[in-house]
């Protein structure tokens, strides 16, 4: 019995092999655990001597599957160690690294320049009511403003008949967010994306805006011409710029002034801050008594200018970008033309 299992342990190719010899000889109905099961029949004397026979056969069997159990481990790992291996002076597999969007970049580049400034970043909900979007900035229901917007309304419940919500076609509500929340004194910009149902070369119907308000006693017209000029000077590179005050209305703000920058268009590229035209790139004004109202700021004691210009407009300009669809089309081919991706 010792040299046939001994034997058979010798010659097993694997951990199965070994399994089957276990059970054969000691599983519960091995070959000596029935042998170890038949003690009880013996004499006494018997006993004694097969007895101890048999437990030190089985520990014997136990150990000679347990080394080469071992035994077979360390081959096996020898064997993938020979096997496995790495060519380490391959070249790498090239791998394209993300890039930022344009749009994005230009958000990072307007909110720096605006921090230096001393103005933080503030945020407001997309789809908005149709309070903050227009009456708390003195857009009345019936105003004409509203029409103009191409507003995109949201479906309301079966007999709710409270004013739909929008989305916002504006980043001007953040304003009255803003004024509530925190009060004056007051230096925020707002970033952020909205929609108006329009689509042609210059339009989508979801495009970026940037906000600014600033609040403070005796702010007037002159502190947002400096802090405008600023701006552009930082933003398109330029020493010296020159910009245009046009007087212009929007309901939120009194007086109102659109801003155009002195440029040129050479070959389709545009230089900023010299040449004959002029490029419109923002509206802006005097935030409206009404408007400080709503954002519970008392106009007695406190002024503010506001402005809103497009992020994608001044991406456009800064990279001779013609078609603002391209932004949203997702073309990698398209980003890496213009240096966004790599
Ligand atoms: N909200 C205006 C627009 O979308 C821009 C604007 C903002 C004008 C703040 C004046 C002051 O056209």
Redesign the pocket.
């Known amino acids: 019995l010792r040299q046939k299992y001994l034997a058979a342990t010798a010659d097993a190719a694997d951990e199965a092999a070994l399994e089957a010899i276990r059970v054969q000889a000691l599983g519960k109905k091995g070959e000596i655990s029935l042998k170890m099961r038949e003690l009880g029949k013996m004499t006494p004397e018997e006993r004694t001597t097969a007895g101890p026979a048999l437990n030190a056969l089985k520990d014997e069997i136990n150990s000679a599957l347990a080394a080469k159990r071992a035994a077979l481990g360390d081959a096996a790992l020898e064997a993938r160690l020979r096997d496995e291996w790495l060519d380490v002076t391959l070249p790498g597999r090239p791998r394209r690294t993300g890039t930022i969007h344009p749009i994005s970049q230009v958000t990072e580049e307007v909110t720096a320049i605006f921090a230096d400034m001393g103005f933080s970043v503030a945020e407001g909900p997309q789809i908005e009511s149709d309070w903050f979007n227009f009456d708390a900035l003195n857009i009345p229901g019936h105003h004409p403003a509203r029409a103009e917007m191409d507003t995109f309304y949201m479906a309301r419940a079966e007999g709710d008949d409270r004013p739909p919500h929008v989305l916002r076609t504006?980043t001007?509500p953040v304003q009255i967010r803003t004024m509530q929340e925190r009060g004056a004194p007051l230096r925020i910009i707002a970033p952020g994306r909205v929609y108006r149902c329009d689509y042609d070369q210059t339009h989508t119907p979801m495009f970026h805006?940037v906000?600014g308000l600033a609040l403070d006693k005796d702010l007037s017209m002159a502190n947002l011409k400096w802090v405008l000029e600023e701006f552009v000077r930082a933003f398109f590179e330029v020493d010296e710029v020159e910009l245009r005050f046009r007087a212009s209305h929007?309901p939120?703000?009194e007086p109102?002034a659109e801003v155009d920058i002195r440029c040129s268009w050479e070959g389709g590229q545009l230089r900023v801050g010299e040449g004959d035209d002029w490029l419109e790139i923002l509206?802006?004004?005097m935030v409206h008594p009404k408007v400080l109202a709503a954002g519970g700021i008392d106009a007695d004691t406190w002024q503010g200018f506001?402005?809103?210009m497009g992020i994608d407009r001044l991406a456009m300009l800064k990279y001779g970008i013609p078609d603002l669809r391209a932004f949203f089309d997702s073309d990698l081919r398209w980003l890496r033309h213009y240096g966004f991706a790599s």
């Open positions: 504006h001007s805006q906000e929007f939120f703000t109102s509206g802006s004004g506001a402005f809103g």
